[in-house]
């Protein structure tokens, strides 16, 4: 049974949850662990990905404008 009037609630959705200070950091670092201890896969992935984010963040702290 459907009621006409009532409005759908969109749900949680992870884009509109604020995260300021050090508390983002501190949940890409457990999760980095938790991938590291449960999935022994994905170790070379992480790895990789980690250092292919400093070289970029290195390029793009030589090639900015400020």
């Not at 896969?41 to 990789?48: G, I, K, P, S």
Request: no cysteine; aromatic share 8%; net charge positive.
């Amino acid at each position: 049974m459907r009621i006409p009037s009532a409005k759908i609630h969109p749900g949680i959705t992870m884009h509109k949850i604020p995260v300021k200070g050090p508390a983002g950091l501190l949940f890409a670092v457990g999760m980095v662990i938790v991938f590291l201890i449960y999935l022994p896969e994905a170790r070379w992935f992480l790895v990789l990905s980690l250092a292919l984010g400093v070289i970029i963040g290195v390029i793009l702290r030589l090639t900015s404008r400020d």
